[in-house]
């Protein structure tokens, strides 16, 4: 396995060690009726969010791992790697920011990270199309 693949490959692993209890969390917070949480509707929502486009991203990372390197053309692994990474990170983590500090019916300014992220995969997921043997 070159570089890239196993950066994404631990990028992956650690983005669903980290998605994955923050769902747990969210569970938690609305078990135990923890008040900054429940009184926030946009904090529910981007911390929801957050927790599972972090979890399906992680997993789309892991799939990407699993195919590159019999489908994928080799020179083209480290760009794909770099942006699916990139992407997976900043649109989740966005969503997060994003009720951290949020107004009442707005996110923060952290969810300009969002569409960031998502820009960084749709480039990623054209040239993974165009890399395709």
């Known amino acids: 396995?070159?570089?890239?693949?196993?950066?994404?490959?631990?990028t992956?692993?650690?983005?669903?060690?980290?998605?994955?209890?923050l769902g747990l969390t969210l569970e938690a917070l609305h078990a135990f009726?923890?008040?900054g949480f429940l009184e926030s509707p946009v904090r529910r929502e981007m911390w929801r969010l957050a927790h599972a486009h972090g979890t399906l991203l992680a997993l789309l990372l892991l799939a990407?791992?699993?195919?590159?390197?019999?489908?994928?053309?080799?020179?083209?692994?480290?760009?794909?790697s770099r942006?699916?990474?990139i992407g997976a990170i900043a649109m989740p983590l966005g969503?997060?920011?994003g009720g951290i500090l949020n107004g009442e019916g707005d996110p923060s300014l952290f969810v300009v990270l969002v569409p960031v992220g998502a820009l960084f995969l749709v480039v990623a997921l054209v040239r993974a199309t165009l890399a395709t043997r």
């Open 95 to 97: 969503f997060f920011l």
């Open 33 to 35: 009726k923890v008040r």
């Open 12 to 21: 992956g692993w650690i983005l669903l060690a980290t998605s994955l209890p």
């Open 83 to 85: 942006e699916l990474r």
């Open 64 to 80: 990407f791992v699993a195919v590159a390197e019999r489908h994928l053309k080799e020179e083209r692994h480290a760009a794909i």
């Open 1 to 10: 396995m070159n570089a890239p693949l196993a950066s994404a490959l631990r």
